[in-house]
């Protein structure tokens, strides 16, 4: 009995068992997955995942179905990182996309406070006006006023 692969070609086999993503964790017919070191002439020391049920009869030939899981470790962990590299790329497009939001609030409420700052500055502006006018309309008042007195007294 050896702990030999029964794919030695250097590329895991799919078979019919369809293509496990990552680091498989427990075969389609329900047993845990171990690590074992390839002994074949191909491959040796080089790691592999196997079904433990497939691994416990040792001889793939043995089993009538030999559809269990199989993966070499480079490749399981190759797609780790593939998988690790995509949802980091998706954070890193989340982070921007909020960062640009609050950006953009940001400023809203600069805009907000400046427009509101110059309304008030306006306000001022003009009641200050409005004062400046009523003075001079008391001084016009007054000025035809006293025409009207002198032209009478004339």
């Known amino acids: 009995m050896s702990n030999e692969s029964g794919n030695s070609s250097g590329a895991s086999s799919a078979r019919a068992r369809g293509r496990v993503v990552g680091v498989p964790k427990r075969c389609w017919c329900g047993e845990l997955v171990v690590s074992l070191m390839s002994k074949s002439t191909a491959n040796p020391y080089r790691r592999y995942f196997r ?24 490749e399981a962990l190759l797609d780790e990182v593939e998988a690790l590299s995509f949802r980091i790329g998706k954070v890193e497009q989340t982070i921007l996309a909020e960062r640009g939001e609050e950006e953009r609030k940001k400023f809203e409420e600069l805009e907000l406070k400046l427009e509101t700052e110059i309304c ?26 006293t025409m009207v007195v002198l032209s009478k007294v004339i």
Do not use: I, P, Q
């Open 51 to 74: 079904c433990a049920f497939a691994a416990e009869k040792m001889v793939s030939f043995l089993l009538s179905n030999d559809n269990h899981t199989y993966k070499w470790v480079d």
């Open 120 to 145: 008030s500055r306006m306000e001022d502006v003009v009641s200050e006006a409005k004062c400046e006018v009523k003075k001079a309309l008391v001084l016009v008042v007054l000025g035809c006023l």
